[in-house]
């Protein structure tokens, strides 16, 4: 507590009306944080008082400080049980039980590991975790889930536009850059946080033509292997390139949690060849495995070897935590059980302007299963209640008041929620005039405002 205390110094200090005007002078020719002391160029975000500056590094500073002295900070780490973290999961994200109980043991340890370094003797490894799974199954989100549990930073970075140093592209140390930002420039709350790498597996090594470097793959696994270990990165600023000035932050990563995470297309082939092989013969033990839907819970770092990762990356990523392809059922629990449920939003979204929307069971069900057949797991279900509702939100600003609409199979079937057989009823409830309400009930007869 003692070192993170602040008093504002320098010219600006002083009593009476002299010291007022002093302020008031220098913040208008030079605006510098009151409390550090940086100019404006040197600071991502500069707030403006009546008499002095502050930037966005020191305020998320003193938020922190206040709430330690209000005792509202997480409990300890030996309090929050890996039942507890996976409790609060199963809030957010649906199914992938075993998935969950993996990264809630991964993330108990961990910060377990950090609040506890006494052991001079004995130096615990770091625990980052590798989801594996079918794209719209939730990896992102439970990466995210774990952030808000922790209350650490949280960054997402795509390693598809990551190269080799020296090439076109993003350089490895980037990734760094937005973790930074997202702890507003705190390089202590920044070397706690979580880091996502989103589509982590298309870093895998590739056959190249002879003579040209695999600059996005092998050579992107290499610059990663410093920064899962533990090292001091020295991350440039994006101000200093714009302004000249050579401004970085040094930050260590040896407690940063990092979670890779991607679709890893081709893994499951290699799986079922992998039984396959070793069911052969007279000495096989096992039968032959046959079927895709659990080859990700068989997979083995040797199978991530074989798809293309080098030894040394596989390591640093020990913990692998499968997840499941997404079946109907699934689907209808994602629509409506979890909290800020996608069909909550839209009911929310129609709410405010005084409708109220409902779905029917049987209109989950055909939703849940167009998205099934589409293969884009939980991203589809968006995308067909938009379509389903687009040209409801469209029309309904324009049209008398409407209490209530209902959603039913009819309409899911369909794709389109316009017009709807009971508008007539509801515009009769809501005393619309009967010609117009008769006009908008005819199937077919509807024209859009």
Known sequence: MVEETMKITGAGAGTGMNAKRGIRRNTRRNPRCAFCGKREEEVRILVSGVEAFVCDACAFRNARILREQDGRLPPRWHERTPATIKRQLDERVVGQDLAKRIISVALHNHYKRIADLGH??????????????????????????????????????????????????????????????????????????????????????KETVAGRRDIG??????????????????????????????????????????????????????????????????????????????AFNRA?????????????????????????????????KILTQPRNAIVDEYKLLFGLSGVDLQF?????????????????GARGLRSILERLLLDLMFALPSLPPVRKIVIDQ??????????????????TAASVPASHAAQVAQPGRAPLP
Do not use: C
Request: overall charge negative.
């Open 410 to 427: 009819a309409s899911a079937e369909r794709g389109r929620a316009w017009p709807l057989s009971s508008l007539e009823e509801a515009a």
């Open 300 to 332: 083995t770092p040797e199978d991530l070897v074989a798809l293309g990762f080098i030894p040394e990356l596989v390591g640093r990523l020990p913990v692998i935590a499968p997840l499941e392809h997404l079946d109907e059922a699934a689907l209808v």
């Open 120 to 205: 001079p003797e004995i130096e615990l490894a770091k625990s980052n975790i590798l989801l594996i799974g079918p794209s719209g199954t939730g990896k992102t989100l439970l990466a995210r889930t774990l952030a808000e549990i922790a209350d650490v930073p949280f960054a997402t970075v795509d390693a598809t536009s990551l190269t080799q140093a020296g090439y076109v592209g993003a350089d490895v140390k980037s990734i760094l850059l937005q973790l930074l930002q997202s702890a507003a420039y705190d390089v202590k709350a920044a070397e706690g946080g979580i880091l996502y790498i989103d589509e982590i597996d298309k870093i895998a090594h």
């Open 217 to 294: 793959g092998q050579g992107v696994q290499q610059a990663l292997l410093r920064l899962l270990e533990g090292a001091t990165i020295s991350v440039p600023s994006r101000s200093s390139r714009r302004y000249g000035m050579r401004t970085a932050f040094p930050l260590n990563t040896a407690n940063i949690l990092f979670i890779g995470g991607g679709e890893f297309a081709g893994l499951e082939s290699i799986v079922l060849a992998r039984e396959q092989q070793a069911s052969v013969g007279y000495l096989a033990s096992l039968p032959a495995r046959v079927g895709h839907s659990s």
């Open 360 to 376: 029917d069971s049987d209109a989950l069900q055909t939703i849940a299963r167009h998205a099934f057949r589409r293969g884009s």
